[in-house]
């Protein structure tokens, strides 16, 4: 059967895509974030993957207010990278893993989560910044994707519980699926900012350093922290932290802190990586 | 303050998240209000929309149910009033974009600072949440906010 064999939780912010993309990372404001996150990238190149299940969100890429789909899941057998105004970031296509992804679908609804199901879509740098964070430039991605589309825009998102209980939702289906894929979860977005209005570049260290250490030990605690507090304490894009809920979710009850970062600022934001496994 | 919209009221009941100063948060109420502008800067992610836009900014608009003040917000850049108009910050990038502009550039116009002060300011840590939780913090009620 296909296994979880850890998770990450990761900031996805763009202009860490960029920096990537334009061989930044040895700059001087960009060098002490890659040097903290070389841990992470050293223990994925050990874990190979052979999918990842992405919770991420789009950022008025391929969904639009025309549509807004709370979960969303990818079955496609291709993903394209979204042109977000810029023209799309070059790097490679996504490959999906149309199968698992069936089957998470399927197993997700029939166990009452009322997944959206999508064939097409192109995907941003919610979903290509984490490939990056983790494998920096290659010439094709080293594993498949499964795209979990969260929306975080459109009040109110999800709650920090409903995607608690639908990564144990995906723990289950991953673990019933006929197959030996390593599967590797992550939880993307935040950790405390603020891009709109003005309060704009608000940053709370002690808020996310609070958040890493009640999601390796109180996931339950942590899952139940309301929309406002989130909202008043994380600066509102902080919200998308509720999507490292799903990662935590499809983990052992009890895991192990294999690596943590913690780096202000990347841009307008505080960013944050964990890396967990059952322990 | 940078902008001369007024912060909307909302058309719903009080909320507890509506005292938390500087911040727009995309609700129900907030989205009826800005679906046309969202919807035309998202249509910048396309390539020749982009064109048509900078061919002719104001013809361009005219295919957006756009409000007069949005429109104006709109051709004026006025990043702080898109937002009070019903504009998400997501959205409303797609024109900073468009316009070559970075979210520093974008959130230090909407805080109503220079670049290169919010720049050092996010450097030295970020915006504190220390005073910034709440219109008491900034010695202000929601009705003195508005204005």
Known sequence: MAQIIGGIGTSHVPAVGAAIDHNKQNEPYWAPYFEKIAPVRAWVREAKPDVCIIAYNDHASAFSLALIPTFAIGVAATFPPAD??????QVPDVAGHPPLAWHLAESLILDEFDMTIVNEMSVDHGLTVPLSV??????KWPCKVVPLCVNVIQYPAPTGNRCYQLGKAIRRAVDEFPGDERVLILGTGGMSHQLQGERAGLVNADFDLAFLDRIVTDPAGQSAVPHTDYLREAGSEGIELVMWMIMRGALDE??????????VPTSNTSNGVIVLENA | MTTKYPRAIPDRAPRDYDDIPGTYVMDGDHSRRGYALNMFCMSLNQEANRDAFRADESGYLDAY???DDQREAVLQR????????GGNIYYTFKLAIFDGLSMQQVGASMSGIEAEEFQQMMIDGGRPIEGNRTLADHGATPAEERY
């Open chain 1, 84 to 89: 977000e105004g810029y023209g799309p970031r």
């Open chain 1, 134 to 139: 983790m494998f920096d430039q290659p010439k």
């Open chain 1, 254 to 263: 009890q895991v192990r802190e294999v690596h943590r970062a913690h780096h």
């Open chain 2, 65 to 67: 149910a756009l409000t």
């Open chain 2, 78 to 85: 006025d990043w702080l009033g898109l937002l009070r108009l």
